[in-house]
Every structure is written in C-alpha cells, then in structure tokens.
C-alpha cells in the first residue's frame, strides 16, 4: 500500500466529499442525505464506512460495509458500496479498501463477503473477480416505493 494514503473509519467532516462520491458512483446525493444516512450508519456497530484518506487529495474512495444475518444461512457480510475518486482508480485505493473491508470482517468473526454489483459495471466485476470474488448468481432486484414513514398509500 502507498504511504501517501490510509484506510480508517469515515468521520462526520467528511461527509461532503463522500456525497461527491455517490455521485461519481452514480446515486447523486445532496450533502444533507448522506448527512442523515451517514449518522444512521455510525449509529450502528453491525455496520462501517471506510475512506482512503489521500495525503494531499483528502478522501478519495469509500467503502460501506454491513453485517447481514439471514434465518437461511450463517452470517456474513455485505458490501453495500465502493467508490473510489475518477482520478484515483486504477492506483491501488480500491485494493486498500477491500483490504480494509476484510479487516473489519475479520474483527466481527465474518467468515465470507458477499457484494452485488449492477451488469453494467463490467470493470468493477473483473477487479471484483482479481479480489478473488466469484459469481454465484445472477437475480432480479425488486422494489416496492412506499413512501414517506407515517404516510398512508
């Protein structure tokens, strides 16, 4: 790993550029959405947000890890996002961050990670596959809106 950058737990003051991010990832997000989603996450300990912190470009990738535990099978975790920034991909961030990821696992006691990533993202899924990530299946996602909590349909 580059001494230019670290791998740590994201922070509140980081907030804007991991917004940016989401919009690099393509979820455009205003800075007061990631803030509320930011803080549900922190909330959690079955849940992190590791950033490559960049020695002069500041954060430059994120990686949102979470518990999952299913009656079906043993738990696991998920990985629920990564990004790294448009200039610093293919410089070894994405690696950090998945390094960073089965770190986290490995305190939990996680024994495998599991990730879904759009067909699209062809490149995402060859260096999902260098990570040594296999396809399992393929699936359909569904979704249902409800609307706003509280609203009735």
């Known amino acids: 790993m580059s001494t230019e950058w670290i791998v740590r737990l994201a922070r509140p003051g980081d907030i804007p550029r991991l917004a940016e991010l989401c919009g690099q990832l393509g979820y455009p997000s205003e800075t007061a959405q990631v803030q509320q989603r930011f803080d549900l996450i922190a909330a959690s300990t079955q849940q992190a947000i590791l950033v490559v912190e960049h020695s002069r470009d500041g954060v430059v990738g994120w990686a949102h890890v979470l518990r999952q535990c299913?009656?079906?099978?043993?738990?696991?975790?998920?990985?629920?996002?990564?990004?790294?920034?448009?200039?610093?991909?293919?410089?070894?961030?994405?690696?950090?961050?998945?390094?960073?990821?089965?770190?986290?696992?490995?305190?939990?006691?996680?024994?495998?990670?599991?990730?879904?990533?759009?067909?699209?993202?062809?490149?995402?899924?060859?260096?999902?596959?260098?990570?040594?990530?296999?396809v399992e299946k393929t699936q359909y996602t569904f979704v249902k809106r409800l609307g706003p909590a509280g609203e009735k349909p």
């Open 70 to 134: 299913f009656l079906e099978s043993d738990p696991f975790a998920e990985l629920g996002g990564l990004v790294v920034s448009e200039r610093h991909r293919r410089t070894g961030v994405g690696r950090a961050l998945m390094a960073g990821v089965e770190e986290w696992c490995a305190q939990q006691g996680i024994e495998s990670i599991r990730l879904r990533s759009n067909t699209i993202r062809h490149a995402a899924h060859r260096f999902y596959q260098q990570m040594g990530f296999t």
